[in-house]
């Protein structure tokens, strides 16, 4: 199955996590020279994402690259990597995201080096969880990543930082142990960890709803859903820009793909019973934290807000599947509906990896992150407001942007649900534009506000590479998302058909 | 060159103007910006004239193509693509006309502004957006373009950012618009669950088959599919057309430059929701219900948003009001089943209007950025183009025999006269009432800026002059077609059958082929325009106006105070913004606070994560001694459990 001869997956996987062991124990003073080991390694990482990509066959859903070897043979866990059509993409944003905050952290001054390893071991762990085709491995990786992440708020935190990794460490762990545990009795039920093992292996009713409750709080939390969300604003907040980005452009995903991975396949018939208790939660999050990012001050609190409530469609396109078969009989707009899910994970990588990048633009200048701090920022910053207005309006969902493709199409397969669906879901409209126009008013438009706002400077070279790579990534996907969509379909077709037919024990 | 060369040049020619005078502000300079800004605008005119010509002209066959695959998934397509045929090429035609001739203007109007560079840029911008809603053959572009337009529109209310009023403003319009995009979006959603496709021409072709099919929504309540459908999407126009209740963002918007004021608030971009729901005008006529509907919103606005206008004193506002009155003769038009005709006042209308407030503007100019006609008069004397072209829209806008206003708003009221459906009665009431309602204001309006005695300070006066002629081209260049354009399209467009390529209604329920009973060429329905109601109502109005206006000042004081309640009422507008303000933008932020406060921070961090967390405390507190407060030692505590968990794992198992 592997179109390369060499593995480029693990290459993928373990050259950022080498280098950044590595730049780990370059010293302060050498500190140019880790920040371009840093550099350097992220781009052939993203550089290599390109190959594979472009070695990609689109027509197949079937695992590709695919290397395996013998981990631990008395448990048949396998170091088993592959990619399909869901997890190559989400590959590549993690890819491009590592090489974004190397760059915008080239101006970190404490302990550079260790901070640019750490976000290298993080990017590829973090690749290694989406490739991962053994349970096992996939746990190991999904665990693994805390440690950098932890560390990265640990260390260059805000003042209340404690709090927040502990809050932080306390639900995700909270969360994963119950992950641990189902995937350990569906080893004892299959004898393998292999993701396509577990796929194939029929449970009964119970046992899916069971392990399908287990997944979900584990990856409830990560996405996170209303009400194990609120350990995200608090880490936000103490994360410095860098660790905000990764963790709102990836990390939050690793949820979302859970879901499409495990939960759904494995246990699609408990999913199909609970998929209420899902979409309600789904929709719980598009509109009560759509209300409560309105509410907010502080401007990454917002943004925090704001990624739960995009997470909604996220959650809510992958369970339409059930309720339109339940509807009209028929899967038609089952693809659309997880196929708007994926594409909104990608989408909310760029848009909300670009708004915290932003936010980092103006804390870095006037050390403030509150939004009263601000006012008039355009007058001093034309250049700035220019991509801050194309985020937040991305953020709001416009059309052209990427923000719209996902929740258009989710919006279009919840009316084949439910017509209730798609009006709560359709709220993100109105809500959405209210919290992120609302912060463009407050922060840029009006009078200069004060002398930190007066003296502002415009973006140098580097915040504008930035800003324009995440301006091309946002307006491209918006206006071609073709060839993501093109990628992804077979992948979620399959997955389709998979989960609308029963595993439960004849 | 091949057609679809030149129809794809004529929106991307503005886009790449945009992008120059946008992106390259400082290396173009002002003249830069606005040469290649007007060159890629004209040359847009230019060839969208040109496919009209071919459009009406010759033997056109209706050219429905698909641009770009935008996605293909789940087995539909969604595209870009154009649908061209004569409503498209009008409307090409009128949009690319207007926008040329304002950007002519802007040159004089802007001169002195330091976001010249940016105002080209997005005005250019604006062009593409709407070039793309008019030409779209499908509703995701459709949809593309309604929201750009609504961005470009965000973008230039909030033109002078500093402003507070103005970024008030421009927030309200696209809030505004966006709960009318709800609407729409939900529309959209339940074309593609009923007909299977985004594509107009495959809707138009299942929609027969879907109009007896009902959906229950509300409570077990079965709606009528068909009737969800075009409501739903006429929501979408309600804020797009502004018409009540959603009307209330567009006087703000006057809060922007002016020449943005003639192009998107009063020609152009307001004018998407008439065209949208006359393009989809085979869905609309399988529902009598929405059409009622949208009789009655549109008689609402067309009379109600006139009498506001009597009241208003700033000059820009009262031709805001004059244009949400006018929009509900249009929509009026759409809910009797006359989709030309209200097609062809959006044409007249686009001229003669863009006409006035270009007009305004240059009074503007000529008062420094005063805009209160309380302190204005005999400006004529100082600049007679203005006040001569401005006569010319005035007397359009008030339907005087042979003026383009006057064919279009005749034939809108007695296509409302002869409809059949319910709100009939009383949406012909009120475009009669609204006749003498509109002449009323516009007289006064002419009467307070240009003629009588001067208010004006004499520090301004002493400065006030004839506006240069980039400003008064494109007033005589907007004259000639306020004139003419009636008188010489009448008869093609709504009795040749020049736009029944895309718009057409059984004869049955027709208005056209009844009016078109008395239609005898368009000199002799002019001819007998001076002898009908309408006619002496429209003098009723000028009557008043020029008596208390023009003679006796002071029974406009008399009457304000002896009807002071019914003077309050409209000055506030009938209280839309304050209820508004108070119950859905306070409302609103209260439940923010309070799901903030009470729902997360007391409800789930208080009680459900501290909580356990406490809970967890007390248990551990025995622990406390490998707490070390080490973030390395927690980290290197992880792992060590995790080996521990399979460690423990490998024993249960062996």
Redesign the interface.
């Known amino acids: 199955m592997n179109a390369m001869n060499w593995p480029i997956l693990s290459l993928i996987v373990w050259l950022p996590i080498v280098a950044g062991v590595a730049i780990l124990f370059v010293s302060e003073a050498r500190a140019a020279l880790g920040k371009t080991i840093a550099l350097v390694a992220s781009l052939v990482a993203l550089l290599l994402t390109i190959v594979a990509i472009s070695g990609f066959d689109m027509t197949t859903a079937a695992m590709q690259f695919q290397e395996k070897a013998v981990w631990i043979e ?2 048949s866990i396998h170091y088993h990597l592959g990619v399909d059509g869901l997890s190559l993409p989400l590959i590549a944003l993690t890819a491009l995201i590592t090489v974004i905050v190397v760059i915008a952290g080239w101006a970190i001054r404490d302990r550079v080096s260790q901070y640019m390893g750490a976000f290298l071991i993080l990017s590829g762990l973090m690749s290694g969880m989406f490739a991962a085709l053994d349970a096992m491995l996939f746990y ?1 990786f999904f ?2 990543m ?2 950098p992440m ?2 990265i708020i ?2 260059w935190g805000g003042p209340n930082r404690i709090l927040a ?1 502990i ?1 932080f ?2 639900f995700t ?1 909270f969360g994963s142990v119950f992950m ?1 545990v189902g995937l ?1 009795w569906l080893y004892l039920q299959a004898g393998s960890f292999a993701v396509a093992d577990l796929h194939q292996l029929p449970l009964s009713l119970n046992a899916q709803i069971w392990i399908f409750l287990a997944f979900l709080i584990a990856f409830a939390v990560k996405v996170p859903m209303w ?1 194990v969300h ?1 350990w995200l604003p608090d880490a936000h907040v103490e994360a410095p820009t860098g660790g905000s980005v990764v963790l709102a452009a990836v990390m939050l995903k690793i949820g979302g793909y859970g879901f499409v991975r495990y939960s759904l396949p494995i246990a699609p018939d408990g999913a199909a019973a609970l998929d209420w208790l899902v979409i309600g939660l789904s929709l719980v999050a598009i509109v ?1 934290i759509g ?6 001050r502080d401007m990454k609190k917002l943004i925090a807000y704001s990624s739960i409530s995009h997470m909604g469609f996220v959650t809510l396109g992958m369970f339409l599947t059930f309720a339109i078969v339940q509807n009209t009989g028929q899967t ?5 509906g997880i ?1 708007g899910a994926m594409v909104q994970m990608i989408s909310h990588g760029f848009i909300s990896g670009a708004m915290f990048l932003a936010v980092g633009v103006l804390y870095d200048r006037v050390h403030s992150r509150e939004i009263s701090a601000y006012g ?1 920022v ?2 001093t910053m034309p250049w700035f407001a220019m991509f801050a ?1 194309l985020f937040f ?1 991305a953020n709001s969902g ?3 942007t990427s923000g ?2 996902g929740e ?2 989710v ?2 397969a ?3 649900a439910d ?1 209730w669906f ?2 709560f879901a ?2 993100t ?2 809500l959405g ?2 919290y992120s ?2 912060l463009v ?1 407050r922060v ?4 200069v506000a004060n002398d930190n706002v007066a003296s502002l400077s415009d973006l140098g070279a580097r915040e504008w590479t930035v800003m324009v790579v995440l301006a091309v990534f946002t307006l491209g996907l918006g ?4 060839p993501l ?2 990628m992804m ?1 077979p992948s979620v077709a399959n997955l389709v058909d998979h989960i609308t037919t029963t595993k439960i024990n004849p | 060159m091949d057609i679809k060369t030149i129809l794809l040049l004529i929106p991307l020619l503005p886009l790449a103007g945009s992008a120059v005078a946008g992106l390259l502000r400082h290396q173009v300079g002002r003249a830069g910006a606005h040469s290649v800004t007007i060159l890629a605008v004209g040359g847009s005119f230019a060839l969208s004239a040109w496919v009209a010509l071919q459009v009406f002209t010759t033997d056109w066959q209706v050219l429905n193509y698909t641009v ?9 397509t969604f595209e870009v693509g154009f649908l061209i045929d004569s409503l498209t090429a009008l409307m090409m035609t009128v949009v690319t006309f207007v926008s040329f001739m304002v950007h002519v203007y802007t040159i004089g109007y802007m001169k002195d502004d330091p976001g010249y560079q940016r105002f080209f840029s997005y005005i250019n911008l604006f062009t593409f957006a709407m070039l793309m809603l008019v030409m779209a053959n499908n509703f ?1 572009q459709l ?2 373009g ?3 337009v609504g ?1 470009v529109s ?2 230039l209310i ?1 033109f002078w ?2 402003k ?1 009023s103005a ?2 403003a421009n ?1 309200k319009a ?2 505004v618009n ?2 009318g ?2 609407g729409l ?2 529309g ?3 074309v ?2 009923y007909m299977g496709s985004l594509d107009y021409a495959e809707v138009f072709a299942a929609a027969p088959d879907v109009a007896g099919e009902t ?1 229950s ?1 509300f409570g077990g309540i079965e709606w009528s599919v068909m009737t969800f459908i075009c409501i739903a999407l006429f929501i979408g126009a309600m804020g797009k057309s502004a018409q009540v209740p959603l009307h209330v963002w567009l006087p703000d918007s006057m809060e922007g430059p002016t020449p943005i004021s003639a192009l998107i608030h009063a020609a152009t971009m307001v004018t998407a929701g008439i065209f949208m729901v006359a393009r989809l005008s085979p869905l609309y006529e399988l529902s009598g219900t929405a059409l009622s509907f949208i009789l009655i919103i549109g008689a609402i606005t067309a009379l109600f948003m006139g009498l506001v206008g009597i009241v208003q004193n700033d000059i820009k506002r009262v031709v805001a009001y004059s244009t949400l009155s006018q929009l509900g003769y249009m929509t009026v038009a759409l809910g009797a089943s006359a989709y030309s005709v209200a097609i062809f006042h959006l044409m007249t209308h686009a001229f003669f209007k863009a006409l006035l407030f270009l007009g305004a503007g240059s009074v503007i100019i000529a008062m420094h950025h005063k805009q209160d006609m309380r302190e204005m008069g005999g400006l004529a004397r100082i600049m007679p183009i203005t006040a001569v072209t401005a006569w010319i829209g005035s007397l359009a806008l008030i339907g005087f025999p042979f003026t383009a206003g006057f064919f279009s708003k005749d034939i809108i009221i007695e296509s409302v006269k002869v409809a059949d459906r319910t709100g009939a009665g009383f949406a012909t009431f009120a475009v009669y009432a609204g006749v003498v309602v509109t002449a009323l204001y516009t007289f006064r309006m002419l009467y307070l800026t240009f003629h009588g005695k001067s208010r004006a300070d004499a520090e301004t006066l002493s400065h006030a002059q004839e506006s240069p002629w980039v400003v008064t081209l494109p007033l005589i260049l907007l004259a000639i077609p306020s004139l003419f354009i009636g008188w010489l399209t009448v008869e093609p467009l709504l009795f040749g059958g020049a736009l029944s390529d895309a718009i057409n209604v059984a004869a049955a329920r027709d208005p056209l082929v009844h009016v078109g009973e008395h239609f005898h060429g368009a000199t002799a329905f002019a001819l007998h325009g001076f002898v009908t109601p309408v006619f002496w109502l429209a003098m009723l109005g000028v009557a008043i106006a020029t008596w208390v206006y023009l003679f006796q000042p002071s029974v406009a004081a008399a009457v304000k105070q002896r009807l002071h309640p019914v003077w309050a009422v409209l000055d506030r507008k009938y209280f839309f913004d304050e209820f508004y303000q108070r119950v859905v933008v306070g409302g ?2 209260k ?3 309070f ?3 009470r ?2 921070r007391t409800l ?2 208080g009680w ?2 501290h909580g356990s ?1 406490r809970l967890v405390g007390a248990v551990s507190s025995r622990l406390r001694t490998v707490q070390t407060g080490f ?2 030692h ?2 290197f505590a ?2 060590i459990g ?1 080996v521990a ?1 399979v460690f423990a ?2 024993l249960l ?2």
Do not use: C, H
């Open positions: 008395a448990f190991v665990e693994a805390l440690v932890f560390l640990g260390i990794t809050k460490f306390l762990f641990l350990i009400p609120t009560y209300f409560v990012a309105l509410a907010q038609d707009g089952a693809v659309l196929s008039g355009a007058n207005v309006m416009l059309p052209g719209f493709v258009f199409m919006i279009l919840a009316f084949k017509f798609a009006f359709a709220m409209l109105i534009a209210s126009l609302w008013k840029f438009y009006g009078e206006l071609w998302p073709y969509i093109e379909e | 770009y695959e935008w996605a293909v998934v789940d087995g539909i995701l949809f593309f309604w929201e750009a961005l965000y973008l909030g950012f500093r507070e970024v008030r927030l696209f809030l966006r709960a995009d709800f979006l939900l959209v959603a339940a593609l669950m959906m929504v609103g932020l439940l923010a606070g799901f903030s406060e729902g997360d789930i961090d459900m994560v967390a973030l390395y927690y980290a992880m792992i995790l968990l794992f490998v198992k062996g």
